[in-house]
């Protein structure tokens, strides 16, 4: 069901271990590994959207794993944006922690 008041972001639009055909919807460069919902949840609210996790859904051409889905409200957000924004931070997010742990 589509929804015009709501932003749906899947965790496949952010794996690096996707193909753009597959869902990958940023680029490698702001990609990473195995995004999980729980990140995307952090980040959303860190950058103060209001939003919804959803950890049953699955991605439509992916729907044997559930890895969960996010609904943030539209408001005045384009979502090409939103994606961006949130896989600039993610990146970051995942380079600062790999730094940590070596």
Known sequence: MKRKDR???YPEYFDS???RASGR???LSISVPAP???ELALISK???YEFEIEP???YPSNWWNKRGRILINKDDLKKNEVIKTIGRILSK???RKKERTQ
């Open 7 to 9: 932003i749906i972001l």
């Open 17 to 19: 271990r996707l193909t």
């Open 25 to 27: 919807r940023v680029p």
């Open 36 to 38: 999980s919902v729980e």
């Open 46 to 48: 860190r950058l103060g």
């Open 56 to 58: 049953q859904s699955a």
């Open 93 to 95: 997010a995942r380079k």
